[in-house]
């Protein structure tokens, strides 16, 4: 068999797919291309635009309403140690990336500072203020939109290699696409999208690498791993899955050759992987410093391995099968039941459908959870995106197929696939539309339109993560701290004729008492309930934007149930 028609064995369909040997050979016809591109820009386009609407969520400000974003301060606290020895408890990469942007609006406003007035009345210069700090916000938020769209593209790449077909291309990147939880994140400066990118381009060289193998494919794919590591280090969970993806992708490509199981297991050791290898160890060398601060790298990993980074958030462990479980949900969550069902479907058709190929979708994911997870003790919903960009695949396969299946109706099947990538969409919208109407925004206008400025609040929640009610001129004392908050933060001078109850802060036993906030509520403690703010699109709210959540409610982190209380 000629070189291009093996490569055409491994990435074409097997049955009804002889149309697709147009996309995968050697020099595609015009037409081709115009499909191809045709289906890329679309994808982007809708991937953009979820992902720009409401990049400005929370600001101005002068931190990021999410916890972990390294947006702002976070960032330049670290820009004079950008290349020094490393302390930070992330990894430097994206640390890199955004502080190479911050540099050029610093260089520019150090030549042009802001003038205020201290607290002893005399003007001062300062080179940031509340807006310039908002403006270097959004330049991480925008870093993570933009490679949120990026991630999309590897994504319909990917699945263009593996099933040499466009449709089952853009069904998997339009999946990614309209997923909630990558969505809600790619608005953030948080590290999650950025290692989903990387993540992503990992995969596409990985297939690269296992069906093709140049030297080239390998390389990239080391340099891509270690990148994804050293944006955020659990991420080595999923470069261990790529890993074993390529060696089974090997397998397979040996047993479509005609060859034997031996061939395959046997032709991982080979030189080029050793190339990926040691390109993956020298970029991640480098990156955090072991050769020339070694030290400091063993200190920042002792802050993950068994130190205050896993071991403060493991309290609620209660065993391995719970822990499965609420990895369940957090899935659900993060991609609601219409495209959760629709990936487990297509898990079982894909191992008879694509078979070795299916180890791209599914192990990166799988020892992620086997490596860090179930070590760690604990899972978050944007833990999983760079795993979704695997699962995703499963998806876009299985749809295509069932979109070309003609013993069922074109009606039912178009009508199908639509209400699933529809109600997928929606859900994305409706956490878009949540963030543009956060119940924290809804305070502050309540605030401007009925309160006067002059009259004493007090919140009881961390100004990171409350309303702006400072920022709009009131007299805003936010009243809040480690140890559980009691009826005392009513009794400090000035007494508060306004009391502010957040959900996130309230309903956490660790950091407010309970007793407190019971009589808060029965109203026993001089205050009486005024207004009760909270989200209004996505579930328990009932509107179409939040049925594939269902039955999930919302994260804490949109729009928080929010109670203001007046002194009776």
Known sequence: MSRPRRREAHFSDRKGMQNAKAFVSPIPGVKSWKFFW??????????????????????????????????????????????????????????????????????????????GVDGKGNQVARVLDISRMSKLILVSNTLSALMGVGAVMAVFLTARLLFGDILSAFLPSLALACSHIFVFYSHLGNLDVPCTFWIAWSIYWAVKAAYLGRWHHYILLGVFCACAVCTKDPAAGFVVGIGFSVWLGLVGKARDE??????????????????????????????????????????????????????????????QWPLM????????????????????????????RIRWKTGFAILPL????????MRVHQVQSRYLIPGLTGLVLLLGISAGDFLRWSKVSRVIRVVLVGTIYGLSFLYCMGGNLEMAEDSRIQVEKWFEQNVSRRSPIVAVCPVT??????????????????????????????????????EKWYTDSRVCDQKFVRKVFKEELGYKKMEQFSNKYLYPKKTLFGVAGWPMRKDQVISPDIYVFQKK
């Open 38 to 115: 045709g289906a890329l820009l679309i994808v982007v386009i809708l991937s953009g635009i979820l992902n720009f609407t409401c990049l400005d969520w929370g600001l101005p400000n002068g931190n990021s309403w999410h916890s972990d974003s390294i947006a702002g301060n976070t960032t330049l606290n670290e820009i004079p140690r950008l290349f020094g020895t490393w302390t930070n408890k992330y990894p430097r990469l994206h640390f890199i990336i955004c502080g190479s942007f911050y540099k050029w609006y610093l260089a520019d406003w150090q030549k042009h500072p802001v003038y």
């Open 258 to 319: 005609g060859r034997s199981y031996r061939d395959g297991i046997f032709a991982v050791f080979t030189v080029k992987v050793l190339a990926a290898i040691l390109a993956l160890v020298l970029v991640f060398a480098l990156l955090n410093g072991i050769f020339t601060s070694p030290r400091a790298f063993l200190q920042r990993m002792g802050h993950w391995i068994g130190g205050p980074g896993t071991t403060e958030y493991t309290g609620g462990y209660r065993g």
């Open 325 to 352: 479980v609420e990895a369940f949900y957090k899935l659900w969550y993060s991609v609601g039941w219409p495209f959760l069902l629709a990936i487990i479907l297509s898990l079982v058709y894909s191992i008879y």
């Open 366 to 373: 799988l020892c992620f959870y086997l490596v860090v997870v």
């Open 465 to 502: 993560y409350a309303p702006r009610l400072h920022m709009l001129g009131f007299r805003c004392d936010f009243r809040w701290s480690p140890m559980p908050t009691t009826e005392q933060v009513l009794y400090k001078e000035p007494i508060p004729e306004y009391l502010i109850m957040s």
